[in-house]
């Protein structure tokens, strides 16, 4: 509904209240910190992408790997 809003439906606005008003606003708020936050996220890796350090190590074969076997352990139930 609030998406509907957003694009200017006009029934849209039928039984919305400030509350669900409020909460979608909030949502979206929310969606572009998260994002906001990973495209910083991105420009500091490639800020740093010269220097070894051991968090990217972690980061870039355990995880990746923690994923996997969970995965297979999905497909294989």
Known sequence: ??????LGAEEAWEGL???????????????YVVNGLRILAGLL????????SLLTVILGLVI???YFHNAVRNYKD
Not at 1 to 6: D, E, G, K, Y
Not at 17 to 31: F, H, K, S
């Open 45 to 52: 890796g490639l800020l740093l992408s010269n220097k070894k």
């Open 17 to 31: 209240t400030e509350a669900a008003l409020g909460g979608a606003l909030w949502g979206i708020t929310g969606l």
């Open 1 to 6: 509904m609030a998406v509907r809003l957003l």
């Open 64 to 66: 990746p790997y923690y």
